[in-house]
């Protein structure tokens, strides 16, 4: 069974940062995509950044780009989303999700999988 659970979450004032995991079971990592998405109060859930498990390359919402940072170590089965330089419109529940046989680039596909999500507050 495919799991993924996501920490790391929590208050933060802006500018400051947070990382954020996602550990997964029931599936060989490096066989799947595995996205980072964002859904702020009030708001649709965006996609924030994914890593493609064909060779590792990352992709990134232009909101973001160049404050966060998408990793993950195989052997422990665990995804990071390293986030710095937080903004108040960065707070939102964070939730990483995978999918097998699909490609992040200037798009985020349909994942099938999903986590319970954790929240992140950004306070100015």
């Known amino acids: 069974e495919v799991q993924l659970v996501e920490s790391g979450g929590g208050l933060v004032q802006a500018g400051g940062s947070l990382r954020l995991s996602c550990a997964v079971s029931?599936?060989?990592?490096?066989?799947?995509?595995i996205g980072w998405f964002r859904q702020p109060p009030g708001k649709e859930r965006e996609g924030v950044s994914c890593?493609?498990?064909?060779?590792?390359?990352?992709s990134y919402a232009d909101s973001v780009k160049g404050r966060f940072t998408m990793s993950s170590d195989n052997a422990k089965k665990t995804v990071y989303l390293q986030m710095n330089s937080l903004k108040a419109e960065d707070t939102a529940v964070y939730y990483c999700?995978?999918?097998?046989?699909?490609?992040?680039?200037?798009?985020?596909?349909?994942?099938?999988?999903w986590g319970q999500g954790t929240q992140v507050t950004v306070s100015s």
């Open positions: 999700a995978a999918q097998r046989y699909v490609w992040c680039g200037n798009y985020f596909p349909d994942f099938g999988s």
């Open positions: 890593i493609n498990s064909s060779d590792g390359s990352t």
């Open positions: 029931g599936f060989r990592l490096d066989d799947y995509t």
